[in-house]
């Protein structure tokens, strides 16, 4: 058995502040009306939330473009508005983590105000500035993960800064000891605040390939995917280690890290617990699963493979047991809803969704709650490109009309991928905008907010969210569920997705139909008659069934216990 720790236990919670719930009416979410849920999440059986980012921001990227590190965004509230929050979030036993943005600034950060204004400025260097190349052209072909280069040419100076998201999120230098030591006392003062830990914005970024070299490409192309040059370089993990050594390390905390092109041998790198690191990463195998090709083709998403889901999860699982934890979820701010995308969000909704569930809490690791998941909320299809706030959908809009994509293809894409679909407001009640806001949200809710929400789960016993409390309650009930060694059963079956949990004497049989028809389970060593009994079934069972029954009807899933 691994250590046991607060943080392998719990059940964690993903609140996008802007859109979880508005207590002032101008549409736009707030401090307080996190505070105002409280309730409702404890209720659900959440640990620990997870929020945002909720600094100053000009919001180029709502809040990943942090303008200062210290202040609360007027538009969440004030800084007395989150000191009340962490208190009654600890009163009722809620830990709170911090979303942790290291890899850049805003470009109306002070910082990158002087770095601009002058070559001489001490803060210069807190940036990565570039001469471009002779004829012109920027310093490297490095495309950015938001669409056009990474390099921005700053006129004044004559020289480019690097950015690997937004051109108004300039990357910080870490070969800079003083922005550093800038930097860990931020982390330093928000624990003292008493934060209970960080997610850690595109940690394995911060470092970047020595000389900037050409990403290798045809000499047509001028812009590349060039990732591999920023994504897990050796010296990243000193710089993590440091940061452990020198703030982490005394405190009580979870931290968990977003690790896009990251695989579990890599990971190990980041969490294995006598690496002194981090403790989980997300990566991002399962969500690239159903994406086209290329970098507009990205956005057209194709149907997904149960296989490699098996394949993601079977090599995550077994390679970080014993060693390093494991962050499961589904779905994020910068994801399509998962009932949309995994399961199915029309006539199974409730059946796939509660599916989903299933596995991502009886997996070992953390299970990650998106807002709004835990009532089966779906994409959106807003009409025009005008609706959609978030810039990279915009982005992209352009860039795909510059490549001749038609209209309805294009809007077709969003619909799929729009980092929007998560962030339309979450839904309350079936009031004016889901009850999320008494004036005009900053996103349109979703029309479905009137049948989907959760006054109306919570009134209904078979609801997506009553079944999420029951999977809470069981995990909290047996540490199988936590701890338990993961082993698959029928791998090779095309629409069951089976495996087991075995910690000591306590074994729990996991059995789930990813299809739309029902499936049939050959008889199997594991599914054998033993005394097993039924704990959770999210399809309503007559029989108290104490063997294993061969047959799923659609998207069912099934949690037994052997003893
Ligand atoms: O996301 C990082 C990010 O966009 C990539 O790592 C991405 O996840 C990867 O390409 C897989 O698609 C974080 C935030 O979650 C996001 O909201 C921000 O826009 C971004 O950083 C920049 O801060
Ligand atoms: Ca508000």
Not at 11 to 14: D, G, K, T
Not at 23 to 30: E, H, P, R, Y
Not at 284 to 289: D, G, K, P, Q, R
């Given at each position: 058995i691994m250590?046991?720790?607060w943080?392998?236990?719990s059940?964690?919670?993903?609140i996008y502040?802007?859109s979880?719930?508005d207590?002032?009416?101008?549409?736009?979410?707030?401090l307080?009306?996190?505070?105002?849920?409280?309730?409702?999440?404890?209720?659900?059986?959440?640990?620990?939330?997870?929020?945002c980012?909720f600094?100053?921001?000009?919001?180029?990227?709502?809040?990943?473009?942090?303008s200062d590190?210290?202040?609360?965004?007027?538009?969440?509230?004030?800084?007395?508005?989150?000191?009340?929050?962490?208190?009654e979030?600890?009163?009722?036993g809620?830990?709170?983590?911090?979303d942790?943005?290291?890899?850049?600034?805003?470009?109306?950060?002070p910082?990158f105000?002087e770095?601009r204004?002058?070559?001489?400025?001490?803060k210069?260097?807190y940036y990565i500035?570039?001469?471009g190349?002779?004829?012109?052209e920027?310093?490297s072909?490095?495309?950015?993960?938001?669409?056009?280069?990474?390099?921005?040419?700053?006129?004044?100076?004559e020289?480019?800064?690097?950015h690997i998201f937004?051109?108004?999120?300039?990357?910080?230098?870490?070969e800079?000891?003083?922005?550093?030591?800038?930097?860990?006392?931020?982390?330093r003062w928000?624990l003292?605040?008493?934060?209970?830990?960080?997610?850690?914005?595109?940690?394995?970024?911060?470092v970047?390939?020595?000389?900037f070299?050409?990403?290798e490409?045809p000499?047509?192309?001028?812009?590349?995917?060039?990732?591999?040059?920023?994504s897990?370089?050796?010296?990243?993990?000193?710089?993590?280690?440091?940061l452990?050594?020198e703030?982490f390390r005394?405190?009580?905390i979870?931290?968990?890290?977003?690790?896009?092109?990251?695989?579990?041998?890599?990971?190990?790198?980041?969490?294995?617990?006598h690496?002194d690191e981090l403790?989980m990463?997300?990566h991002?195998?399962?969500?690239?699963?159903d994406?086209?090709?290329g970098?507009?083709?990205?956005?057209?998403?194709?149907?997904w493979?149960?296989?490699?889901?098996?394949e993601?999860?079977?090599?995550?699982?077994t390679?970080?047991?014993?060693?390093?934890?494991?962050?499961n979820?589904w779905s994020?701010h910068?994801q399509?809803?998962?009932?949309?995308?995994f399961?199915d969000?029309?006539?199974f909704?409730?059946?796939?969704a509660k599916l989903?569930?299933t596995?991502m809490?009886?997996?070992e690791?953390?299970?990650?709650?998106?807002?709004?998941?835990?009532i089966?909320?779906?994409?959106?299809?807003?009409n025009?490109?005008?609706?959609?706030?978030d810039?990279?959908?915009?982005?992209?809009?352009?860039?795909a009309?510059?490549?001749?994509?038609?209209?309805?293809?294009?809007?077709s894409?969003?619909?799929?991928?729009?980092?929007?679909?998560?962030?339309?407001?979450?839904?309350?009640?079936?009031?004016?905008?889901g009850?999320?806001?008494?004036g005009?949200?900053w996103?349109?809710?979703n029309?479905?907010?009137?049948?989907?929400?959760?006054?109306?789960a919570?009134?209904?016993p078979?609801?997506?969210?009553n079944?999420?409390?029951?999977?809470?309650?069981l995990?909290?009930?047996?540490?199988?569920?936590?701890y338990?060694?993961?082993?698959?059963?029928?791998?090779?079956?095309s629409?069951?997705l089976?495996?087991?949990?075995t910690?000591?004497n306590?074994?729990?049989?996991?059995?789930?139909n990813?299809?739309?028809?029902?499936?049939h389970?050959?008889?199997?060593?594991?599914l054998a008659?033993?005394?097993?009994?039924?704990?959770?079934s999210?399809?309503a069972?007559?029989?108290?069934?104490?063997?294993?029954e061969?047959?799923?009807?659609?998207y069912?899933?099934?949690?037994?216990l052997?003893?």
């Open positions: 250590k046991r720790k943080w392998k236990e059940v964690a919670y993903q502040p802007r979880f719930m207590t002032n009416g101008d549409g736009i979410g707030d307080n009306g996190i505070t105002s849920k409280l309730d409702y999440l404890k209720n659900l059986g959440v640990d620990v939330i997870w929020i980012p600094y100053k921001s000009p919001n180029d990227d709502n809040g990943y473009d942090i590190f210290y202040a609360v965004s007027e538009e969440f509230g004030t800084m007395e508005d989150f000191e009340h929050l962490l208190a979030a600890h009163r009722k809620i830990k709170v983590i911090a942790l943005v290291l890899n850049h600034t805003s470009d109306e950060h910082w105000v770095a204004a002058s070559k001489d400025s001490p210069r260097d500035w570039k001469k190349k002779e004829n012109n920027p310093p072909n490095w495309g950015s993960f938001f669409g056009g280069s990474a390099w921005e040419y700053d006129e004044q100076s020289e480019y800064y690097l937004n051109r108004k999120q300039p990357d910080l230098n870490w800079n000891p003083l922005l550093i030591e800038e930097l860990h006392r931020m982390v928000w003292d605040k008493g934060l209970d830990g960080f997610r850690i914005d595109a940690i394995n970024h911060i970047k390939m020595e000389g070299p050409d990403a490409a000499a047509h192309e001028k812009i590349v995917s060039a990732h591999h040059f920023f897990n370089l050796p010296k990243v993990h000193d710089h993590i280690q440091h452990h050594r703030v005394p405190y009580n979870m931290t968990v890290g977003e690790a896009a092109n990251t695989g579990p041998e890599e990971a190990l790198l980041y969490v294995e617990e690496r403790n990463v997300f991002f195998e399962h969500m690239s699963m994406s086209g090709n970098n507009l083709g990205g956005w057209e998403k194709r149907p493979k149960l296989s490699q889901l098996k993601i999860l079977n090599q995550w699982q390679k970080l047991h014993g060693k390093g934890w494991n962050a979820y994020n910068d399509p809803r998962a009932v949309s995308r399961g969000d029309q006539a909704r409730v059946e796939s989903l569930a596995l809490f009886m997996l690791g953390t299970p990650y709650i998106y807002q709004g998941e835990e089966g909320m779906t994409n959106v299809k807003l025009a490109i005008d609706d959609y706030r810039s990279v959908t915009h982005r992209f809009y352009r860039d009309q510059q490549e001749g994509w038609t209209e309805d293809r294009i809007m894409a969003i619909h799929q991928s729009s980092r929007d679909n998560a962030r339309t407001p979450m839904q309350w009640n079936d009031q004016a905008h009850g999320f806001t008494t005009t949200p996103i349109q809710a029309p479905n907010a009137s049948r989907i929400n959760v006054e109306a919570e009134k209904d078979t609801s997506i969210l079944y999420y409390k029951q999977l809470i309650s995990r909290k009930q047996h540490l199988v569920a936590v338990g060694k993961y082993e698959p059963v029928f791998p090779e079956h629409s069951i089976a495996f087991t949990r910690l000591g306590e074994q729990l049989v996991v059995v789930m990813f299809s739309a028809a029902s499936a389970m050959d008889n199997h060593e594991a008659d033993q005394s097993v009994r039924l704990l959770l999210n399809i069972s007559d029989t108290n069934e104490t063997s294993i061969n047959h799923l009807q659609p069912e899933a099934r949690i037994y052997r003893e």
